[in-house]
């Protein structure tokens, strides 16, 4: 919180400065007391490591709400809303005209994406000197499995050397592509965390650059791939990288989303006869929503003109989301292609004869061998994760009487996307903003945790009754 300080400096608004310093103050009063209060050293099962990780999101949420709050640039539900977005790489916004913030809280909401990105626990561990079970237990707490190093400890501090490398190259793009170098820096931290906060209410079509739209496509495709794949290239082992499931997957649905759209939206010309400039836009939100970053080039407002295909489509690729291990959100690919595997196997099982035996493996990283036990809570995930859906666009409906809108905004904010049609605004009714908070928390913490800690919650009430 000090360092957007920094900025309130340089770009000379010292109205932010005594907001952000009270806000980190009170950061640091809160911490303070959370240490006398927990001094007693435990070790963590991993159901205790599940709920610490799910509280700290809501707890680091709403402190760094406060420097929107006491800005005076938004109300605390609205600041809360924002910094959840944030941390959540979410991207969707509770500031009704982009063109008008500052560079400092513009700075502040692109630096909670970035932090966001590779998550709050996570870069905790990065830091951390101790290692074992407990820390083990909060690396998966948060939804994470891959391993660079048989240490924890290295495999965080590698992947967050990774990211750093990243950053600095998105920067340096963004400006030889044109962009000024706030904005540079801005869309380096929100491509990257595949979070899709802009600067401008026009989004990245306010640029109207192709080169700068290449370049955005590129860092949300490198965000929204596995970090163990990233750290395998690095190692020259090309191969392993077009080999994966999930890199299959994800071009594979590029391409024919993109084919779908285009032809779609040229059929309707919705760009005139220019197919090329109807490819250009159609392959932005394909990549945009493949990837759960939730920039957008499509002409105002948004999505809501696009035919009904276009949208059923960009909504199916929001739901199936990035690479796990990424900064991208949705069911992830590797849960999809291991799912369609699944019934490929199952399918081929009616026909081999009954003593047969059908080795199931797929190569995610490494060569995986699939159990039956694999598939079984991949497919309770898919299935939890849908009935989520279902009952938040329920919700939705209550206050709002557009179902494919409803579809569309549900599905981007619980995948972690921030694609908007318009329906989420300052004015939202409560119960829709906190609806889509808990989407963003679900979403990015990948349900289980959240579900435990409320189950856990009502069994607790029941108890003391």
Known sequence: MLIPILVSFIYGEQQYILPFLSSAIISVIIGIICIRIFKKET???????????????????????????????????????????????TGF?????????????????????????????????????????????????????ERLRPSI??????????????????????????????????????????????????SLLFYNS??????????MMVGATNFALHYTVIKGNLKDYFKDIETKVAFSLILIGTIIVTLMLFKN??????????????????????????????????LSKWIGLSQFIIIILMIIGAGSGSTGGGIKLFRFGLLLKGILWQVKSFILPGKAIMPKKIHHVTDLP???????????????????????????????????QALFEVASALSNVGLSEGLMTPNSPVPVKIVFIINFWMGRLEIWPVLLLAVITIQNVINRK
């Open 153 to 202: 400890k290295k495999t965080t501090r590698i992947i967050v050397y990774i990211y750093f490398s990243f950053t600095l190259i998105a920067i340096i793009l963004f400006k030889v592509a044109g962009m000024p170098i706030f904005d540079s820096v801005f869309h380096a931290f929100s491509a990257l965390s595949t979070g899709g906060f802009a600067m401008h209410n026009d």
């Open 43 to 89: 070790n963590l099962s991993l159901k205790v490591a599940m709920i610490f990780s799910t509280l700290v999101w809501v707890i680091v949420s709403a402190i760094s709400a406060l420097p929107f709050f006491l800005s005076g640039e938004l109300s605390y539900l609205n600041a809360y809303f924002e910094a959840m977005s944030g941390f959540t790489t």
């Open 370 to 404: 699939i159990t039956d036990d694999l598939l079984r809570i991949t497919g309770a995930f898919v299935f939890t994760y849908l009935l989520v859906y279902i009952i938040s666009v329920i919700i939705v409906l209550i206050y709002y009487n557009d179902i494919p």
């Open 210 to 219: 192709i080169w700068i739209e290449i370049v955005a496509m590129v860092i």
């Open 269 to 302: 010309q919705f760009y005139g006869n220019d197919f090329f400039l109807t490819l250009r836009f159609s392959l932005f939100q394909i990549i945009s929503a493949v990837s759960t970053t939730g920039l957008q080039t499509a002409f105002l407002p948004g």
């Open 93 to 145: 916004s509770m500031f009704s005209n982009l063109d008008e913030v500052s560079y400092t809280i513009n700075f502040w909401r692109a630096f909670t994406q970035w932090l966001g990105g590779l998550g709050i626990i996570f870069l905790v561990l990065a830091l951390l000197r101790s290692t074992g079970a407990d820390v083990i237990r909060l690396y998966l707490a948060e939804g994470r499995e």
